[in-house]
């Protein structure tokens, strides 16, 4: 196996397969340990994505939540750790997944039961690629004991034990008690002697096989020069009268060298501390340990105790990822108010960091800016602005007159946008013909969203269109959802003079180009901006400047709303 320190106060994991208490007590015991950042870098849980929250001593923090394992290592290239909670029905294949990733070096494998003939491809693949397998059945912690088990359950009640009478675990290991574990007892042993924040060694071992005497003639010979702690259980299988089978295919009691008291004696006569008993264990532990001087920090309660004891840590409510007000100044997307003012970011820019929590390049913004500018009124006839301005007389507040146009909003009116989008987008992409395309719509009895004009026609174009389309040309690498739109535009005006592209299906066409040409998007990304309906936004945005300026104009005019608006209605039988 690979030599030299595997883990540091630095180093991260990703953790698969989440399972909350074991990732909330790493966190704990990262505070412990007086990290300053988290050790989990992300969680990958197949067929979710987004964020989940978890205590980092007393701050709550937001963890990125990926569905796969490639994409968990794109995202996170300084996390070289893979802890893996798989079943031991799939632990091999996501471990092995795992391995092959360039940026992982140590996978540890907490299930047990995985079959033995997977665990030896994973061996075989980790030495030949000088990658380290710990486990199966195994966890491990930062602090400053180092601590080595062959059980993964017991490691557990150990970890609760140093974590009471020292100051933690600066890294603990079970290496699995199958036959062929990917690492031995010793192999760690000797590694935690040459780390200087290792102060001292915590060992528990177990009856069969003949790993703890590889530590015996280590200790005998020199090798390790700091406090070893061990003991080997089983003993009560001399109570047995034939051979016992216990937990793990390797432990099982055979010869008496392979016996549980054979080895606590060779290990105390070689110099470990060995207690008397199981019992006494957490004892010894705590008195050695005492004798380094080294005080334990303090981890924060959890709620259910911390307020019977007047300490409390409460969980928020809500994540956002895309400002902070605190610190010295707010910040969109981690830059600085005081950087967009001094280098001049425009509004585009604003909305790109808010948005799409990243610095689009300057003619996406510019286009952005564009858009908002020539969707930001259409008069006073459309339904958004009329019920604005009947608001505004009616004597209602600047907000509730807003509201009450924005609330207007939708497939007929300004809400075209995404769904020009998501259809030329599909159509594109599944490489159908303009003819193709319109065909299947009509039969479906669906519109082409961002295709008819009330006013405009084939001899009559929309010079908004016209502007989005010399811009694009111009500045974007590519076009080609733009162009596509044209083309079916040619199409649907062989069919009727007013079926032009429209000023909702120019833009939802070029922001595709936008998102797709930039090259700072994914194709998963691009899907779920469509979806989620970012682009709509640009509308909403944009026609809030002219449904607040239509308020204004109505609150200075100070007409009264002198009949219902509902009275020009033509009534019939």
Request: charge should be neutral; glycine fraction near 10%; include cysteine.
């Amino acid at each position: 196996m690979a030599t030299g320190q595997l883990f540091s106060k630095t180093t991260q994991a990703l953790f698969y397969n989440y399972k909350q208490l074991p990732i909330q007590r790493m966190l704990d015991f990262d505070f412990l340990c007086g990290r300053e950042t988290p050790s989990v870098a992300g969680i990958i849980n197949p067929g979710a994505e987004g964020f989940q929250k978890l205590f980092f001593g007393q701050e709550e923090i937001a963890i990125p939540v990926h569905s796969a394992i490639e994409a968990a290592c794109a995202a996170h290239p300084t996390a070289d750790v893979f802890i893996n909670f798989a079943s031991f029905r799939s632990a091999a294949a996501s471990s092995m997944a795992a391995l092959k990733q360039p940026t992982i070096r140590v996978v540890a494998i907490i299930a047990e039961g995985v079959p033995e003939s997977d665990t030896k491809q994973l061996i075989a693949y980790a030495k030949a690629n000088n990658k380290v397998v710990i486990g199966p059945a195994t966890l491990y912690r930062p602090g400053s004991v180092g601590f080595v088990s062959k059980s993964g359950g017991m490691s557990n009640e150990l970890y609760n034990t140093v974590a009471r009478v020292t100051d933690g675990i600066y890294e603990g290991i079970a290496i699995g008690g199958d036959v062929f574990p990917g690492s031995t007892l010793s192999d760690h042993v000797l590694r935690f002697n040459n780390i200087p924040q290792v102060k001292m060694m915590v060992v528990l071992g177990e009856l069969g096989g003949r790993d703890e005497y590889s530590l015996v003639e280590a200790l005998k010979q020199g090798k390790i020069n700091k406090p070893v702690v061990a003991w080997v259980s089983g003993t009560c299988a001399r109570l047995f009268k034939s051979e016992v089978q216990f937990g793990h295919a390797g432990a099982k009691s055979g010869g008496e060298m392979e016996s549980a008291q054979a080895k606590n004696q060779a290990l105390g006569e070689a110099g470990a501390v060995v207690p008397t008993s199981y019992e006494a264990f957490e004892t010894a532990i705590k008195e050695t340990f005492e004798k380094l001087e080294v005080k334990p920090p303090q981890i924060p309660e959890d709620l259910h105790t911390a307020i019977k004891s007047g300490k409390v840590r409460a969980p928020t409510h809500i994540i956002s990822t895309i400002s902070d007000d605190r610190g010295e100044e707010p910040c969109y997307a981690g830059v600085p108010m005081s950087s967009i003012v001094e280098q001049g970011y425009g509004v585009g820019d604003v909305i790109s960091l808010l948005w799409f929590k990243r610095s689009l390049p300057r003619y996406c913004t510019h286009f952005i800016e564009i858009c908002i500018m020539l969707c930001a009124d259409h008069g006073p006839c459309v339904s958004g602005a009329h019920n604005t301005i009947v608001t505004a007389r009616a004597g209602k507040d600047l907000v509730s007159s807003l509201v009450s146009g924005l609330l207007t909003i939708g497939p007929r009116f300004g809400g075209a946008i995404d769904d020009a989008a998501r259809y030329f987008k599909d159509a594109y992409d599944r490489g159908l013909t303009p003819y193709e395309f319109v065909e299947s719509m009509k039969k479906k009895g669906i519109r082409v969203p961002g295709i008819g004009h009330r006013i405009k026609r084939g001899d009559n174009r929309d010079k908004r269109v016209e502007l989005l389309q010399r811009f694009a040309r111009t500045h974007f690498p590519s076009v080609k959802y733009m162009e596509y739109a044209v083309q079916v535009e040619t199409y649907t005006l062989s069919k009727a003079n007013n079926l032009v592209l429209n000023v909702d299906g120019a833009i939802g066409s070029l922001f595709l180009d936008l998102l797709a040409g930039s090259g700072m998007f994914t194709k998963q990304e691009i899907d779920e901006i469509v979806e989620i309906g970012y682009l709509n936004g640009l509308f909403v945005l944009a026609r809030s400047i002219g449904l607040i300026g239509h308020t204004f104009d109505q609150k200075r005019l100070k007409q009264p709303l002198y009949r219902h608006p509902w009275e020009d209605v033509l009534y019939t039988k």
